[in-house]
């Protein structure tokens, strides 16, 4: 009789186990995924979604709209930086455009009835596009690809680090302006620092202008750049143009033939040039100043 008792204990405390097992299993196969992908002008990604469950697009920037192959299929909202998609019926494959302010934003939703369907996909875009190659062998192959004349500055001393992403970057497809290399700053030990134009973008369609500058440290010694301090000069009584931001790669540099980058967002004000002042002064340099001109059209000045 007792071993009867302890055998239906035993048989009782494994169905218990075997059920909360099964239920955590069930439990699992109901969690979605969440993920990262980058997306650039040439990039679609899929979306995995499921009926009933709700898919976050989680981005950068605001939405502003979206464009989709079948609306009546899906129910989308906007929460903040979030786009939100939910099938209301198993349907064919469907294209989605996002459009956010700086970027567009492709992909095909496919409604499944599998549990590795997206809870969460963080989309980014990728900044790759606006790294600077060093080599002339790549920067040719790179204008031959897209028959547009870009020159820049002369290469610097060591290769110029990949840009991190930033919400703040822009890459939108623009005209590239075609200008002839300018003359660089005289590099002195007194000055402790080079200055140099790599890229003016005109934005028609943003009504706005993106201006690269590559820093150069030539002294062995900490460079702050929060301490540079770049403004638009006034021609004949008001700035021909409002400096909405400065992005810098780094926050400073740190020894000699240390490089970073830094992109300037302009909103020119009619047609007139746009004067750029650039100066650095601390007790361990000599005043540095540079002016450097920028004409509506792409030619511009030291």
């Not at 060591?158 to 703040?168: D, E, H, Q, V, Y």
């Not at 497809?173 to 075609?178: A, W």
């Not at 300037?264 to 004000?269: K, S, Y």
Request: net charge positive; proline share 6%.
């Amino acid at each position: 009789m007792i071993k009867i008792k302890t055998y239906l204990t035993h048989l009782f405390l494994a169905i218990v186990v075997a059920i909360l097992f099964f239920m955590l299993i069930c439990d699992f196969a109901k969690s979605g995924t969440v993920r990262t992908v980058y997306l650039d002008d040439t990039r679609i990604e899929n979306i995995y979604l499921k009926l009933g469950q709700t898919t976050v697009l989680n981005f950068l920037e605001k939405s502003n709209k979206v464009a989709i192959g079948n609306k009546n299929h899906f129910n989308v909202e906007y929460v903040g930086n979030d786009v939100t998609v939910q099938p209301l019926r198993m349907v064919m494959d469907s294209n989605f455009f996002v459009y956010g302010d700086y970027h567009r934003y492709g992909f095909i939703l496919k409604v499944i009835n599998d549990p590795n369907y997206d809870d969460l996909v963080k989309v980014r875009w990728d900044e790759k596009e606006i790294d600077v190659k060093s080599e002339k062998s790549e920067k040719s192959e790179k204008v031959a690809k897209s028959g547009i004349t870009i020159m820049a500055a002369t290469p610097p001393p060591k290769p110029i680090p990949a840009l991190s992403p930033m919400p703040t970057q822009l890459s939108v497809p623009v005209p590239v302006l075609s200008m002839p290399t300018p003359a660089p700053v005289p590099a002195t030990a007194e000055t402790g620092l080079e200055v140099t134009l790599q890229k003016v973008i005109s934005l028609q369609s943003k009504q706005f202008i993106l201006v690269d500058l590559m820093i150069t440290n030539l002294k062995d010694v900490v460079i702050n750049l929060k301490d540079l301090k770049i403004v638009i000069l006034a021609r004949g009584g008001s700035p021909k143009a409002i400096l909405k931001e400065v992005v810098f790669e780094q926050d400073q540099l740190s020894k000699a033939n240390d490089i970073t980058r830094a992109r300037l967002i302009l909103f020119p004000n009619g047609d007139d040039e746009i004067t750029l002042e650039i100066t650095y002064e601390t007790t361990l340099f000599a005043t540095f100043k540079r002016t450097i001109v920028i004409k509506k059209g792409g030619s511009y000045k030291n």
